[in-house]
Each structure stands twice: as structure tokens, then as C-alpha cells.
């Protein structure tokens, strides 16, 4: 079969009346940028870009020099191509307007440039995180209020995941599909069309450190997982955590599995440790369009009305069987509790 380009895909999706022509630009423009992250992580030591960028983001995290290049690779690549209104990300507090001077478009763009960044100076896999929505109508300069809107709002959400392949995964809406860069030609190639996620699991990823502040529903679920064949479960659950969210949802789009960052004491009064506008509402519309459950421990994800452009949620995603298991256990205690 003749390889499909991802511009062959973006005209395809067009013609089926998915997506129009401005998203179909800005994805493409998202992907080219992503292609420059890409060339600027594989560098590693050589391009000078390992270690501390020496500030601090607005969540009060370190940057590292990748993130802010990644950042302005991003911010760059969107500032004058006409389909945006404004964008938003990780690594900034408020909204980034259109500089004066370059059309506007419909489309806001939230992205995380290079999540699980404190993976870059060990060589293992981080990656870029992106989710659109549409610009209310009517406004012109939008402020934050404007992307507070529910994850089942989007209109078209992806990762790339800059690991041993470069690669690409993308929905608007109507499955979800991943593209591997080839770095000769330097585009990204259709490798996987309508991902389905298998509903049952036997992998689990979440950091184990955490487990003597996760709450009680918590504590008994994944107790249940490693208690394996000899446990409630009757099977056995192998585990994995690899800290880049990224590489840890696409080895569950490749071959099933689940991801767990729940509420635990130490961040209870952040909400959770992921943030709603640029990892969980994204990875939630991936998931969900390739057939697996994204919640909270105890309500969908995209459903969430979000109240801050920076808001943190718990995350529970990947195969639905799983997913439903943890969050019934969450709401039954819930429900115990009165
Ligand atoms: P960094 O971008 O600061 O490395 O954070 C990565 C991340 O947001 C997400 O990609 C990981 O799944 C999660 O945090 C890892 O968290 P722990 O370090 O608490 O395991």
C-alpha cells in the first residue's frame, strides 16, 4: 500500500467534513514545529541545550532549556499563520496574544512544548502535548476565561513522543490515528489508522512511591493488582512508569494497559498533579477516541467544567475495563462516606 502523509490525511479528513481548512493548517503547522522539537531533543549534549534553563515556570517548576526552546518553537510556528487566536501553554501564565500586524483565526491552541521534561538530561523518551478548541464568537483578544472549556469541547487533541522514532498521534473526533516521522523525507507517515485500545489490561503504570498517601479506594485497587493470581483479580499485573506521560499513554495506544496519577495527600490541595488544559483533557479525547475511559477516579475527565487555565486534576486513563474498575471503587467508597 502507498504510505498516506499526514497532509494526505489532513486533505482526506477535509473532504469527509471532519475538520476545515484552517485546522487542517494548523495541525499541520503544530507538526512542523514538533519536527523542529524533534531535531533540537535529538541533539542532546551536542546542541548545548541539556540542564536548567534557570527560571521557573508558573506551576513553580524548574525550566529546563528544552522547554523554553520548545516553547518558542511553538509560539513562533502558530504567531503568524492565521488560524489562531491566541494560544496558551504550560509554561506561561496567561494566554499568548497574535502579535499586531498577523491575521486572526477561529482557533485557540493549548500545548504543553515538552512534557516529562525532567527525563531530557537521562535520554528518555518526552514529548509535546496539544489540544484545540474553538474561539468563542465574537472575541477578539481572548483572555483565559475563553479556553475554560469542557475537554468534550475540543476539536482536535495530540501528542508527538520524541523517542527512539519521532511519531504523531492525532484525533479530531473520529478515531485516533499515529503518523512515525521519516526523518529522511522529513514528514510524518500514516503507521496506524483507528487505534483501538484493548478494554482489558494486564499492565498498570503509577508512581509507587506515592502509595501510603494515596486515599483508601486507591490503596485497595492497586493492592487487588499486585496481589495478582493470587489476589481478588485472579491475574497477574505487570507495572511500568516511565514519568514522561507521554511515553507512558503511547504504550498504552500501542498495546493497552493503564495510567494512574491519582489524588494523594501530598497534592490534595493542588487537585491532583496533572493539569487539566494541556495533559489531561488532551490525553482524555486521544483515549477516548481509540476506545478506552479517561476520569478522574470519579468523574469523566472531558466533562469537567475547568476553572483555571492551570487547574490540576487526577488521572485515570487507558483500557475501559480497568479504568471503570478504579473508578467505581473510588465512588463506592465515596458513596459509603455519604
Ligand atoms: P515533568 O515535565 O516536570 O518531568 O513532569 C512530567 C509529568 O507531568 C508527567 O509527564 C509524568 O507522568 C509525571 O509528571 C511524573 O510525575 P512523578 O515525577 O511524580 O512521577
Redesign the pocket.
Known amino acids: 500500500m502507498k504510505p498516506v502523509s499526514l497532509i494526505q490525511f489532513l486533505i482526506e479528513e477535509r473532504r469527509a467534513g471532519h475538520i476545515n481548512a484552517e485546522l487542517s493548517l494548523l495541525i499541520e503547522v503544530v507538526a512542523r514545529a514538533c519536527k523542529r522539537i524533534a531535531v533540537a531533543t535529538g541533539k542532546g549534549a551536542l546542541g548545548g541545550v541539556l540542564g536548567e534553563a534557570g527560571t521557573g515556570n508558573i506551576q513553580g517548576?524548574a525550566q529546563k532549556k528544552l522547554?523554553v526552546i520548545s516553547n518558542e518553537i511553538l509560539l513562533e510556528a502558530n504567531a503568524w499563520g492565521g488560524h489562531l487566536a491566541a494560544c496558551a501553554s504550560e509554561e506561561m501564565e496567561d494566554p499568548q496574544q497574535i502579535p499586531d500586524g498577523y491575521p486572526k483565526g477561529q482557533h485557540l491552541l493549548l500545548f504543553?512544548p515538552?512534557?516529562?521534561?525532567?527525563?531530557i538530561d537521562v535520554n528518555i523518551s518526552?514529548g509535546t502535548i496539544f489540544s484545540v478548541l474553538r474561539c468563542p464568537d465574537g472575541v477578539t483578544e481572548p483572555k483565559a476565561e475563553h479556553f475554560l472549556q469542557p475537554g468534550t469541547t475540543q476539536l482536535a487533541a495530540g501528542y508527538v513522543v520524541y523517542g527512539p522514532a519521532t511519531v504523531l498521534v492525532l484525533t479530531f473526533g473520529h478515531g485516533t490515528h499515529e503518523f512515525t516521522l521519516d526523518r529522511e523525507v522529513g514528514s510524518f507517515i500514516l503507521s496506524r489508522r483507528a487505534i483501538r485500545i484493548p478494554e482489558q489490561a494486564t499492565e498498570f503504570a503509577i508512581?509507587m512511591?506515592?502509595q501510603r498517601h494515596w486515599q483508601p479506594p486507591m490503596q485497595r485497587y492497586v493492592g487487588e493488582l499486585l496481589a495478582g493470581k493470587t489476589g481478588p483479580r485472579g491475574k497477574d499485573f505487570n507495572m511500568r512508569?516511565?514519568?514522561?506521560?507521554?511515553a507512558?499513554v503511547h504504550r498504552i495506544v500501542t498495546r493497552g494497559g493503564v495510567?494512574y496519577?491519582p489524588l494523594d495527600a501530598k497534592i490534595e490541595k493542588q487537585g491532583g498533579?496533572?493539569r487539566i488544559m494541556y495533559?489531561a483533557n488532551p490525553m482524555a479525547f486521544i483515549i477516548e477516541q481509540a476506545g478506552g475511559a479517561a476520569t478522574t477516579g470519579r468523574q469523566r475527565i472531558m466533562e469537567i467544567q475547568p476553572t483555571g487555565l492551570h487547574q490540576r486534576v487526577p488521572v485515570f486513563l487507558g483500557s475501559k475495563e480497568e479504568v471503570e474498575l478504579a473508578t467505581r471503587y473510588h465512588q463506592e467508597a465515596d458513596a459509603a462516606q455519604g
Open positions: 517548576e522547554d504543553d515538552l512534557d516529562g521534561s525532567s527525563n518526552v508512581n512511591s506515592n512508569w516511565v514519568a514522561s506521560m507521554v507512558d495510567f496519577y498533579k496533572l495533559e
